[in-house]
C-alpha cells in the first residue's frame, strides 16, 4: 500500500519571483518577492506554481511538501534542513527545525511539513 502525504494541509500564497521552478525551496527575496536559495540559506517555502511569464509564482508556505535532497538522508521525526543551493534541501546542524515524515533513499526526496 502506498501512502502519500503530499498536499496535506497545504496553504499557499502569491508572490512576484525571480528564476525558480516548481518543486524549488524558496527565500523572501524582497517585498512581496521570493528567489531561489543559495547553499545554506534558511527558506519560506516550496514553489507549487510559476506563471507563463515567469513573474509570478504560487509558494507553499505550510502543509506537506516533497523535495529532493542532497547529502546525508535527514533523519525521521525533528530535523533541521536548510536550502542546499540545487532548489532541494539538506540536513543541517543548526537552524530551523521540519518534521520529516519520509525519506526516500532511492529517490533522494524528503517529506516533511513546512
Do not use: H
Not at 521552478?21 to 523572501?28: A, C, D, L, M, Y
Not at 535532497?69 to 525533528?78: D, N, S, V
Not at 532541494?88 to 521540519?98: I, L, N, W
Request: proline content about 2%; hydrophobic content about 40%; overall charge negative.
Amino acid at each position: 500500500m502506498g501512502i502519500s502525504f503530499e498536499g496535506i494541509g497545504l496553504w499557499a500564497a502569491t508572490f512576484a519571483c525571480g528564476e525558480t521552478t516548481v518543486g524549488q525551496v524558496v527565500k523572501i527575496s524582497g517585498n512581496g518577492q521570493v528567489a531561489a536559495c543559495a547553499d545554506g540559506d534558511s527558506f519560506c517555502g516550496v514553489t507549487e506554481f510559476v506563471a507563463r511569464d515567469g513573474g509570478a509564482c504560487s509558494v507553499a508556505l505550510g502543509g506537506m511538501v516533497r523535495v529532493p535532497y542532497t547529502g546525508t538522508a535527514p533523519t525521521l521525526g525533528w530535523e533541521s534542513l536548510a536550502a542546499d543551493g540545487n532548489g532541494g534541501v539538506k540536513a543541517a546542524s543548526t537552524g530551523r527545525s521540519y518534521l520529516v515524515v519520509d525519506v526516500d533513499e532511492s529517490d533522494k526526496t524528503v517529506t516533511f511539513a513546512l
